[in-house]
């Protein structure tokens, strides 16, 4: 497969997880990028593009999955087209030209996992506006500035929350709905959800940690375990 390259990288997700999880990252080409029959067959026909993000995406779970001391399983597409991870397992996975990555943590640890990676440019015209309310605009402006993307990082911040919320709750989750103020000198951002959609499900807010480096902004959100799991009980 043939695949747009960019810069190796000096930024990583391992750097934005904690102990408990694992993340394994492709930057560029990667010969040794490989999709399983069974996920194939949940895919079906798609553009070679597609294809290689999709296989780059799973490939890319299966090391993480194997850092994490568990077997390298197939993971399938569920009905909204998010990633059916094997049982016990939760994570997350992300893509954007040339660049890959998945995070997974056993369901023991952590409740959720949402990963996000986005080009380190500004957003295209109109689109902020779109995704913002006024105050959480307002708080953008105020920060520092340089070279830094502000506005893609909330964009990028937004989509990890998002995957973090969905796979708590499986229900869609608006940019608008949730608030997010950025951290710059930590790296740091948290969502704060609207009230209307208070889930018993999922935590109030999310935090998260952010870096930029390489023309690339990734973000990561998790959520720990409020309480152990007994083994063979999945919790939904």
Known sequence: MSVPSVPEPVVSMDGLL???????????????????PEEIAALGRVPQARMWEFAAGRTCARRAM????????PILIGAHREPVW?????GSITHCPGYCAAAVASEQDLAAVGIDAEPHEGLPA??????TAPAELAALEDLPSGPVC???VLFSAKESIYKAWFTLTRTWLDFTDVFVTVHSPDGSFHGRLLERLADERAPAGFDGCFVVGAGLVLTAVTVARARPLRWGVRAR
């Open 18 to 36: 904690p102990a408990v999880a694992r993340a394994a990252q492709i930057v560029g080409h990667d010969d040794d990028v490989r999709v399983l």
């Open 66 to 73: 194997r850092a994490l001391g568990l077997p390298a399983s």
């Open 150 to 152: 502000w506005d893609r």
């Open 126 to 131: 109109g689109v902020l506006e779109t995704i």
């Open 86 to 90: 094997p049982r016990g397992i939760v």
